[in-house]
Structure formats: C-alpha cells, structure tokens
C-alpha cells in the first residue's frame, strides 16, 4: 500500500547491510592497522582523501592520578605506561581512566603520542565485532573518498550501537567530509556524551565551529580539548591563533 512506512524499512535495511559486512569479514580483517585509528577532522573538508587515515565510552569518571615514577618505569604495549592490557570491561575502564590521567600530564610530545593511540586502540574494545566491523568498511570507501558509500555503514553502526561513541563519532566525520556540518555537529555531541574524554570528537567540533564563524564557541572547545590531550597534533598553535582572534578584537 502506499501508506507503507518508509522510516521503519530502514532499520531491517541497515541491518541487512550489517550481515553482508559480516560475510566479507576475512576480507575487512586483513585490511591495514591504521584502520583502526580515529580519523582527525582535515582543516577543510577537501574532496580530497587523506593521505594518511588516523582515527567514544559510556559516562564520565573521575580521573584516576598516576602513580609516582610510573612513566619512567613503563614496560610493555607502547603508550600503556606498563599497564597491562584489560581483559574485561571493567578493566577497560580502569585502564582508560589512568590513561586520560597521564595524556592530561604527560610533557613528552612524542609519549603522549602513544598514550593517545593506546586510548583510541581501547575505545575500539567497546564495539564489538559487528560494529567496529561495519566502521572499518566505512573507512575503506572513505579513505577513496567514496563518502556516500561509507554512510550507509555508519548509519548502520549507529543503529546497532546507539551506545558506542566511537560509531557516533565515525559519521560524523563522514558527514564533515561531505559538508554536512549540522549532521556532524549533532553526532559529535552524541559522541561527547557518551565520551567527553572524547579528544577526537573535540578537534572534530572546534573545526567544525570555526568553518561555521562560531569562533567564540570554537575557542571554548579546543580549551577544553587541551586539558583532555595538551599535546594534540595541531591543537596549541589552532587555539593560540583562535584565541587572537576573538579576543582581539576588543583592543
């Protein structure tokens, strides 16, 4: 009948799609490791892929202090800071909590480089197979910058993990790409809900503000993403810039 609804199709639709990933999975396994970093937001949304694919979790908890001499006495996975990997959600947890500690103090450029590639790596653990299946395809079209194809696997992963910052924060960097930055905006959010550490979502957002002319707003975001990740590639001189600008102005 033509009064059948078409926003209820699309569930079933999506999931479908989530099955055929499933089916290829051996293929989707062997793709590159860098497939399993956050994508940092481009300056612009440029139709042109980049060059080197870089790419959320639940409610907020109180940063856990690092122990004293803990850093110079690491061992182990780089970036974990001798912490030994998590096996259980719990631990995952934990594990993050004291990450997110030493990213907020760590001095050392390049350590807290790898400390933020340990958190992404984790983030990654709260998916699921599924899911995190579903982005990496996603990723694949986008890294060709096929973006319209790259969607419809984030939508899908947003339907199966309406939980999952990291699917949230996937689409929205899609939606950025294609210009869509009202639909990015809204993902962002749902994604720093879920994870306000969430340093990615964060640079996402400022850029974002700042192409919109929202530079007061922008500002106020990439002071927040300093205190989660001092050290982001590009975040300091962005916000020093920033800052000249809206606080200028006055003089």
Known sequence: MASINVAAMMVPARLFIAFLVLAGGATI??????????????EQPSPTPPSRPELPRATKRPPVAPSPGA???????????????????????KTLDNLYAYLATEGDHRQA??????????????GGDTVNLLIDRAEVFSSKNENDKALPFLDAAVELAPQYAEAWSH????EYRM????AAL???????ALEPNHFRALDGMAKILVQMGEKKAALEVYNQ???V????????????????????RGI
Do not use: C
Not at 29 to 42: G, H, I, N, V, Y
Not at 171 to 174: G, I, L, Q
Not at 186 to 192: E, I, M, S, T, Y
């Open 113 to 126: 480089g790898e400390i933020g590639a340990a958190v992404e790596r984790l983030w990654r653990l709260e």
């Open 225 to 227: 993403l300093l205190k």
């Open 71 to 93: 850093a110079a006495q690491q061992k182990g996975p780089p970036g974990m800071m001798g912490l030994p990997w998590p096996k259980t959600p719990e631990e995952v947890s």
């Open 229 to 248: 990740h001092p050290n982001i590639e590009g975040g300091e001189t962005a916000r020093d810039e920033l800052k000249k600008e809206v606080e200028g």
């Open 186 to 192: 809204g993902d962002l959010r749902r994604a720093l």
């Open 29 to 42: 396994a062997a793709a590159d490791d860098e497939l399993l970093k956050t994508q940092p937001f481009p």
């Open 179 to 182: 210009n869509n930055y009202a």
């Open 171 to 174: 689409r929205a960097y899609v």
